[in-house]
């Protein structure tokens, strides 16, 4: 057993543990838990209710999550003297599956983002945002019941990855000399610098498991969204490699695009996984006037944060809207808004986005009824208009709830 500095790990409750290529897990496992900041209180003491709830309702107490409380920004802070103490990182490779509260990043120094940094740091390399539509949430769309996408955005590379330069400062100005004198370039003095890498092995590792997710759940296609025409050696790349890896492993349950046109007159054949890939400002478009051709969609990290945040738009917003960050193993689930400081302990606002991303957790874990049990709940519970405050002022009708009784409303639309 890993030892910890500030941590006593729970005596009850077992270790999730690794077997192949697959994860095997006990009937009560061990998970490590991030309250968050601000709101993070709130919304993870409703979102913990939910997911036990569903649990014992669904396996009659024979399955039982074991929360392992863990700490990062400001209560890490009180407790360590630092926001993103050894503790946490530990604990979450060890036991391998968490769930998080949204984290407030320090103004002015330390970390870039601490959701960066557990992402870059553990490997998190897939950043999954499934967006789906419940009946009744008010949306801004005519059709928003035809949304129903799953983003694979890559998390560690592209302009994320950090590798950038201040105007002015001595640095830069001996990378623009360089640049401009060796590649004959005309960049201007006062330019500050990034550097956008977009490699071989992070983009088949993403789209490797965006098709593996896409024949699991039997969906229809994978759509590789991407700026190729412009940045043609990285995010035109992004689209070659993802076409290569596709066609290399997975021939038997693939067809492109141009193979579907090419081959079977447009008509998918039985089984297969169409594999396509849409321009990134084109795609923003489509995905408001033909939003059901979507299905799975693989992007790098800029292009996929656009996205995933569109997307969301149309069902109700980022208060509806699950993530998570998954390596080969790991997964962080944790909700897609930040830590909106001004309702800190006001039992207000939507617990939604990360009741969700429970849900995905609780897919993860293979334990798909509990997730379904809840996802009908939630959706019961939002057509008996019994909302928080942000969809409350948009439904006519509606009652307000605060967090806690949207929490206990959902439970009781459990049956």
Known sequence: MVKFDKLTVPAE??????KGDRLNIPDNPIIPVIEGDGIGRDIMKATRRVLDTAVEKTFNGKKKIVWFDIY??????????????KDTFEAIKHFIVALKGPLTTPVGGGYRSLNVTLRQVLNLYACVRPVR????????????????VVIYRENTEDVYAGIEWA?????????INWLNKTYKLNIRADSGVGIKPISITGTERLIRKAIKF????????????????????TEGAFRDWGYKLATREFRDHVVTEDEL????????????????????????????????EYDVVATPNLNGDYLSDACAAQVGGLGMAPGANIGDFIGLFEATHGTAPKYTDKDMVNPGSLILSGCMMLEYLDWREAAELIYKAMGETIRQKRVTYDLHRLMEGATKLKTSEYASAIIENMG
């Open 13 to 18: 409750g077992k270790k999730i543990e690794i």
């Open 72 to 85: 990062a920004g400001e209560a890490a802070q009180a407790k360590y003297g630092e926001v993103l103490p």
């Open 133 to 148: 539509y419940f009946e009744e949430v008010p949306s801004p769309v005519k059709h928003p019941e035809k949304m129903n």
């Open 167 to 175: 105007e002015g400062t001595p640095e830069v100005k001996k990378l």
């Open 214 to 233: 896409a024949i699991e759940f039997g969906r229809k296609s994978v759509t590789m969204v991407h700026k190729g025409n412009i940045m043609k050696y």
């Open 261 to 292: 046109w090419s081959q079977y007159d447009g008509k998918v054949p039985e089984g297969k996984i169409v594999i396509k890939d849409r321009i990134a400002d084109s795609m923003l478009q489509q995905i408001l006037t033909r939003t059901d």
